[in-house]
């Protein structure tokens, strides 16, 4: 959908094509070009979904997001509004419930929950001409993408690595007027954490797949060998 064009720009544009529409033989530019006016003032809705922050009291917050991508005489634009607060909701009480849920395996495991604590992930969805259905199975597998990403926190472990990194950055007026060019690359270090799997987990298995395992089967003895 394209946004309406300002007024002066349709004032303008309605007053040169109506004098090109009066001279014989310019009807049908007129007609194209009239045509051409949203791709080249409006604006065309490109994206839309959901932006926020899991953690915290209330497990979700964020907002919906809407970019319209512009024309050749008109800017992009993102706009956001207050998201609903039932879909808040079940998105912040579902984080709360499984942030819970691996709490609780990592107890039984007498595996270390710090890293959950203050733990907290980003999101940005996409849902942009989607179904219902398909937009539920892809807040879905968002929501199980947190929950594995949570599970690593207990149960694996984390390095830090250190590397030396190379990119382009512009050049300032002076270094140019000093020749060098348009780009010049620096060098920056940077750390980054790194994932590995547990030593317990099977060929293939994510770290909530190998957390609840794990955590199911002690439980299950532990009921066994109390009776």
């Known amino acids: ?25 310019w009807g049908w530019a007129v007609m194209a070009a009239l045509a051409l006016l949203p791709s080249l003032f409006g604006r065309t809705l490109k994206d839309s979904g959901i932006e926020g922050t899991f953690g915290g009291d ?45 709490t609780d395996f ?12 203050g733990y907290t992930s980003t999101m940005k969805l996409s849902l942009h001409g989607l179904s219902e259905g398909d937009a539920q199975k892809k807040i879905q597998e968002a929501l199980a993408t947190q929950n594995n990403e949570m599970a690593q926190q207990a149960i694996g472990t984390w390095t830090d690595v250190t590397e030396t990194v190379k990119r382009q950055v512009a050049s300032t007026a002076m270094e140019m007027e000093n020749g060098a060019g348009a780009y010049r690359e620096v060098e920056e270090t940077i750390t980054r954490s790194t994932y590995k799997s547990s030593e317990f987990a099977r060929e293939g298995e994510k770290a909530i797949d190998t957390l609840t395992r794990l955590a199911t089967s002690l439980t299950l003895a532990n009921t066994w060998f109390a009776r």
């Open 106 to 117: 990592a107890d039984v495991l007498g595996l270390s929950t710090e890293r959950l604590k």
């Open 58 to 102: 209330k497990g979700f917050e964020g907002r919906s997001y809407k970019f319209y991508e512009g024309g050749l005489f008109r800017s992009d634009k993102t706009s956001y509004s207050e998201l609903d607060e039932q879909v808040r909701k079940t998105l912040g009480d579902t984080f709360k419930a499984m942030k819970q849920q691996v």
């Open 1 to 25: 959908c394209a946004l309406p064009i300002s007024g002066a720009a349709a004032g303008a544009s309605t007053g040169i094509m109506g004098a090109l529409g009066s001279i014989p033989g």
